[in-house]
């Protein structure tokens, strides 16, 4: 990537930031969050990269409290949503930018055609292709000119010799089970994906894994895919921005909104298409847990889905991956391997069978999704008597609630129903949301915002 992309970076943000601002009215509804970063959930890992999760890093993911706009990654410190503390709020991550708004690459343009004079985004143009000639990165779907051609990227997948827990995670595409690293790749163009706008043949190709009829990699609505080029952590599906300005591909299991192919692959153990017909790991309900109990390489799989407080995650604890991104961290081994003590899993987590929950039930009670999709298997409540769970009762998945809605309430518990005095649903730009269902109309999606879901109008591709 060309220096001059690192040297603007900052004006690209602060331009984004001003029209998402004046687009929202002033900025959006940002979540209820852990009143102290620093209340000892191992998430203190900033960098200028945006990936910040509180906690002593140099800026605050979205979501944290915060004094100013300065403590902030995205650089917008507003009100939470019940306007009891003010917390650290989104830039707008998945907004594309119109003519005349500043950028930083291509895709941050509607129009994919952002100018290399002045970094202004163009009302027409495109970008450039990979393999087509170049001047400068900004020109190029990838962000990335080589010697007067527009070249791949980095991030979508993990290179050989790095650390891996399942096939998904490699380039190669394959994790070794002997040494847990992934395999070297045979052909260099499977180091990386094509970008928004970028030319495709087919589906595999794209970072959103989706090649449309006029042979362009679709754009793949609220997050960005690993691999794609990003400014801000808060723009990944992953919320890890590398070093070179690619939403980097996450270790351990895909959290939710993040491409994949099947089940296993993801932290909430449900991939399958979204309203919008891109084929992604989707969330399960009530608590965020972290992951399948156990990698495709037979390994226990220690993190999870990307979390902002210990409160959201299922096993009560938000720590942090060896990539700094705050994620929901398993508490122990559920199985019973060479005589090790076994730390049962708490509501909610997903599990293989019933002897690894502390309620002795595995199991699931929902009818598929809207979609017709099916839900995983996870921790039920097991004390019931085969009577669901009434209002205000604790649980971790909605299937064990009479009202199939399990939300996390003011006191820090996930508990069935919404808390009193905060309506039947999530209303739009709310925070609150832990899945689609949880949202007030039908149109609605329970989307990504930094490490929040927030329930957004359903994006219509055309």
Same mark, same amino acid.
């Given at each position: ?6 040297? *603007?970076?900052?004006?690209?943000? *602060?331009? !984004? ?82 003519? @005349? ?30 393999? /087509? ?19 791949? @990227? ?6 050989? @010799? ?106 909430? /153990?449900? +991939? ?27 390994? !226990?799989?220690?993190? @999870? ?22 994620? +929901?961290?398993? !508490? ?14 708490? *509501?909610? &987590? ?57 939300? !996390? ?52 591709? &055309?």
């Amino acid at each position: 990537m060309g220096h001059r992309q690192a040297q *603007l970076q900052t004006l690209f943000v *602060l331009g !984004l930031l001003l029209a998402w601002i004046g687009a929202c009215g002033g900025g959006d509804a940002s979540p209820d969050a852990s009143s102290d970063p620093d209340n000892g959930n191992g998430s203190g890992n900033g960098n200028d990269n945006g990936n910040g999760s509180g906690g002593g890093g140099e800026c605050l993911d979205v979501g944290f409290e915060c004094e100013g706009a300065d403590e902030c990654c995205s650089g917008i410190c507003t009100d939470s949503v019940d306007e009891t503390v003010t917390v650290c709020g989104s830039a707008g991550a998945t907004q594309c930018t119109e003519e @005349g708004d500043e950028c930083a690459a291509a895709v941050d343009c509607c129009s994919l055609a952002c100018d290399p004079d002045d970094l202004l985004c163009q009302d027409e143009g495109g970008c450039t292709a990979e393999d /087509e000639a170049c001047d400068d990165d900004v020109e190029c779907c990838s962000n990335n000119c080589e010697g007067g051609t527009c070249a791949r @990227g980095t991030g979508g997948c993990q290179p050989g @010799g790095e650390p891996c827990a399942g096939d998904y995670n490699c380039c190669s595409g394959t994790c070794d089970g002997d040494t847990g690293v992934c395999d070297e790749v045979d052909d260099p163009d499977q180091l990386s994906c094509r970008a928004r706008g970028d030319s495709c043949d087919s589906d595999d190709q794209c970072c959103s894994v989706q090649c449309q009829d006029d042979n362009t990699c679709a754009s793949m609505p609220h997050c960005r895919p690993s691999g794609e080029p990003c400014g801000l952590s808060s723009q990944c599906c992953s919320l890890n921005c590398n070093d070179d300005g690619y939403c980097q591909s996450p270790n351990w299991c895909n959290p939710v909104f993040e491409p994949c192919e099947t089940d296993e692959e993801c932290c909430s /153990e449900k +991939c399958a298409e979204d309203s919008e017909g891109f084929k992604r790991c989707l969330p399960a309900g009530g608590c965020r847990p972290s992951g399948p109990t156990i990698t495709p390489q037979s390994e !226990l799989n220690r993190f @999870g889905e990307i979390c902002t407080h210990d409160a959201q995650c299922c096993s009560g604890k938000c720590g942090t991956d060896e990539n700094g991104v705050s994620r +929901c961290e398993k !508490l122990g081994d559920p199985r019973d391997d060479e005589g090790d003590p076994v730390v049962c899993l708490p *509501l909610g &987590e997903i599990c293989d069978n019933d002897g690894e929950c502390c309620s002795d039930d595995c199991a699931q009670d929902r009818d598929d999704d809207a979609l017709g999709h099916p839900y995983p298997d996870r921790c039920l409540s097991g004390d019931h008597d085969g009577e669901c769970v009434p209002t205000e009762g604790e649980c971790g998945d909605p299937g064990d609630c009479c009202s199939e809605t399990c939300v !996390l309430w003011p006191d820090g518990v996930h508990r069935c129903d919404f808390p009193p005095d905060s309506g039947e649903c999530v209303e739009e730009g709310e925070a609150s949301c832990t899945e689609d269902a949880d949202c007030c109309e039908d149109n609605l999606r329970c989307v990504p915002e930094g490490g929040q879901y927030v329930c957004r109008p359903e994006v219509i591709i &055309e």
